[in-house]
């Protein structure tokens, strides 16, 4: 199976499109390129205003995932989900894998978010909240498609050892091997679609863990021929 994700921020003010529909653009360009989940990041909230994000959730085939980002007074912000799960396998059971994806974006406490009576809360508690519910539902593995950078990452992995990986953004990091804090994998591309990050991962669906694991930025360069 492969899954590609997008870890946040892909809206571009520079590209006329993109800025003129607030981000939609972008959406029908992901969908395009077959993406399957994206991190809610901070450029469209502080760009155009939160009510901007369920638009682009409306156009996405894809889920935006924020299991922490809600408004001042605790209710949801339309658009954004906490979580997904994805689902391979059948009977016999044993060989059957639920994969628990939790969303997370960056905390920007300060006069932005304030201003549009937003915020972004504590990831480890948003990630603790929500396990009992995840596995409740046969998840077996859990990862974290992470908006909040690295050093946050690593704090994550320490406090909540249950996940298996992390794939990050934010901070516009280049890890070019997975970070491996405890148990849980670590990666993260750059930015500017410099590179394509790929992730290969063998798991154990009955011990609900990864065993072996490799990592690599793949650099994109001008030379590829565009997609028609």
Not at 6 to 19: I, L, T, V, Y
Not at 93 to 110: C, K, P, Q
Request: glycine share 12%.
């Amino acid at each position: 199976q492969c899954l590609l994700w997008d870890a946040g921020d892909s809206e571009d003010r520079a590209q006329f499109e993109d800025n003129m529909t607030k981000g939609v653009t972008m959406m029908a360009r992901l969908n395009a390129a077959g993406y399957q989940a994206m991190a809610l990041g901070n450029a469209i909230a502080l760009s155009y205003g939160p009510q901007a994000i369920a638009a682009e959730a409306e156009e996405a085939r894809f889920p935006i995932l924020a299991a922490n980002f809600c408004r001042a007074d605790g209710s949801p912000v339309p658009g954004p989900k906490p979580y997904h799960i994805f689902d391979w396998g059948g009977p016999p059971a044993t060989e059957r894998l639920r994969l628990g994806v939790i969303g997370l974006t960056t905390d920007f406490r300060g006069m932005a978010y304030q201003f549009f009576g937003v915020d972004a809360g504590n990831p480890v508690g948003a990630v603790r909240s929500l396990l009992p519910e995840l596995r409740g539902q046969g998840v077996n593995l859990i990862a974290v498609l992470s908006h909040i950078g690295s050093t946050e990452d690593q704090a994550l992995a320490q406090a909540v050892p249950e996940i298996a990986f992390i794939v990050g953004g934010h901070d516009h990091k280049e890890l070019h091997e997975p970070l491996v804090v405890g148990q849980t994998i670590i990666i993260q591309a750059g930015d500017y679609g410099r590179f394509l990050g790929r992730l290969d991962l063998e798991i154990d669906p009955v011990a609900g863990r990864v065993i072996a694991h490799r990592g690599q930025l793949i650099p994109v360069t001008d030379d590829i021929p565009p997609d028609p």
